[in-house]
């Protein structure tokens, strides 16, 4: 089991910016691939970004692309969502997630979530 504990949501002016962090533990944090999902009022989960075992390697949204980066730190057990230009359609809640093997958009192949943080961009 791996527990994923989400930090760092709020609420921001639109062009501002955001730290999201997701703390593990329970499992060796290196073996997995980390992800951000979020899902907004009335939509279906959605893939933000992912990051490689090492850091390597990230894969993004469409609609994050050039405004969010994904990083990590294998010794502190965390990932972070760095959210910049922020816009009101970014208002969701934002997960943390995990699988053992490869990057994957689809949340249903993730094998573990957090409970999620808020994120509220004001216009």
């Known amino acids: 089991q791996v527990q994923l504990v989400e930090s760092g949501g709020g609420l921001v002016q639109a062009g501002g910016s955001l730290r999201l962090s997701c703390a593990a533990s329970g499992r060796t944090f290196s073996n997995y691939i980390m992800a951000w999902f979020r899902q907004g009022p009335g939509k279906e989960r959605e893939f933000v970004a992912a990051?490689?075992?090492?850091?390597?390697?990230?894969g993004y949204g469409d609609s994050v692309k050039g405004r969010f980066f994904i990083s990590r730190d294998n010794a502190e057990d965390t990932v972070y969502l760095h959210m910049n230009s922020l816009k009101p359609e970014d208002t969701a809640v934002y997960y943390c997630?995990?699988?053992?093997?490869?990057?994957?958009?689809?949340?249903?192949?993730?094998?573990?979530w957090g409970q999620g943080t808020q994120v509220t961009v004001s216009s």
């Open positions: 997630a995990a699988r053992p093997i490869g990057i994957k958009v689809r949340s249903y192949e993730y094998d573990y």
């Open positions: 990051v490689s075992w090492s850091g390597g390697g990230t």
